[in-house]
């Protein structure tokens, strides 16, 4: 399967909610109870391209999964650092896309100047229908550590749930780090991770 990383587009979103909603439906994977409105699925990818990268996998025409950062913290002094998130449709899952689609998160990433990735990810006690610890897995292969653990913190399909952060850093930590540059001024020099082999 060939699968082409590009800049998300609203009109993307009704095909990306697809691939969402089944996991607010049917997993712990994510703590929403019910799936955004299209409207709002749309706004959300809009805000985040206002300071991140957001970007679509599309295999053979169909987009197959999603991955996009936003901020760790609102204040200043976390500037340098983000959280990720990644979805692929189900259908998809270990064939590679993700890889592919965090891989070029990475380095639009890198391009802003971003030095830290953190991840939240729901985490089970015991492995369940509705939550693996996959995700964990999946981030443990692409370099990213466990760093913190928070105990039955989110509640959904009538049982608690654990949450961990996961870091991945992406460089070195001056004494005196470059300003962050805007997402939308480094995408219109180039799509930073053309360049990486994806």
Partial sequence: MEVKIRQAKPEDAEALLAIYAPYV????I??????????????RIRRVQERYPYLAAE???????????????????????????IYVDRSK????????????????????????LNACIAYPERED??????????????????VGRFHDCGYKF?????M??????????????APVRPFPSVAE???PWKTGGV
């Fill in 25 to 28: 439906r049917d997993t712990a």
């Fill in 30 to 43: 994510t703590f929403e109870y019910e799936a955004p409105s299209l409207e709002e699925f749309r706004a």
């Fill in 59 to 85: 295999a053979d025409g169909v987009l197959v999964g999603y991955a996009y950062a936003g901020p760790f913290h609102a204040r200043a002094a976390y500037d340098w650092a983000v959280e990720t998130s």
């Fill in 93 to 116: 899952k270990r064939a590679g896309v993700g890889g592919r689609l965090y891989h070029a998160l990475e380095e639009s990433l890198k391009a802003q100047g971003i030095l830290n």
């Fill in 129 to 146: 229908e509705h939550l693996t610890r996959d995700s964990v897995a999946f981030h443990e292969k692409l370099g990213y550590r466990m």
């Fill in 158 to 162: 009538g049982r608690w749930y654990d």
């Fill in 164 to 177: 961990v952060w996961m870091e991945k850093l992406l460089g070195s930590h001056p004494a005196d780090p």
């Fill in 189 to 191: 020099e180039q799509e």
